[in-house]
C-alpha cells in the first residue's frame, strides 16, 4: 500500500493549477505522503459542503493511511475575498493536515464554510459518522 500510494503521489506532485486568487476553485495534491503515524484514515475520497458567503462550498479530500493526498475546493459562487479564502485555506489545511485552520480576514462565512465541510471529510475519513446538518 505504501510503495502504490507514494508513485501515485509522485506522479500528481503538487498541482497548483486553478489556484489563483481570482480561481473559483483550488486543486491540490500532496508531494510526500510521509507522516509518522499510520492507519488513521480510511483511504478514500470524501465530500462535504457548506453554506458560504455566496452559496455552497464544496471540500472534496483524497486520504492516505496516514494524511491528505488531495484536496479541492470549490465556491463558484463566492465573492473575491472568498476566492482567496478558497486558495489561501486550501493550502493552510494541505500544510497542516488539518480543518483547523485560521480564517481569513474579511472572508469569514466562506473560511468556516470551508472549515466545516473540510471537518466533515475528516470526520467521515476518521470512520466518525457526521450527524445531520440543521440550518444555523
Known amino acids: 500500500m505504501k510503495k502504490a500510494a507514494t508513485a501515485w503521489i509522485t506522479i500528481f506532485a503538487l498541482l ?4 489563483g486568487s481570482s480561481s473559483r476553485s483550488c486543486e491540490l495534491r500532496a508531494e510526500d505522503d510521509s507522516t509518522e503515524e499510520s492507519g488513521i484514515y480510511t483511504p478514500g475520497e470524501y465530500q462535504a459542503s457548506a453554506w458560504g458567503f455566496g452559496g455552497t462550498v464544496s471540500v472534496q479530500i483524497m486520504f492516505s493511511e496516514t494524511g491528505i493526498l488531495y ?14 479564502a478558497i486558495v489561501k485555506l486550501a493550502h493552510a489545511i494541505m500544510d497542516t493536515q488539518s480543518p483547523a485552520v485560521d480564517a481569513v480576514s474579511g472572508a469569514t462565512m466562506t473560511s468556516n464554510a470551508i472549515k466545516k465541510a473540510a471537518g466533515k471529510c475528516f470526520t467521515q475519513a476518521s470512520g466518525e459518522t457526521y450527524g445531520e446538518e440543521t440550518n444555523e
Do not use: F
Open 16 to 19: 497548483l493549477s486553478g489556484c
Open 71 to 84: 484536496i479541492r475546493i470549490d465556491g463558484p459562487d463566492e465573492s473575491s475575498k472568498g476566492r482567496r
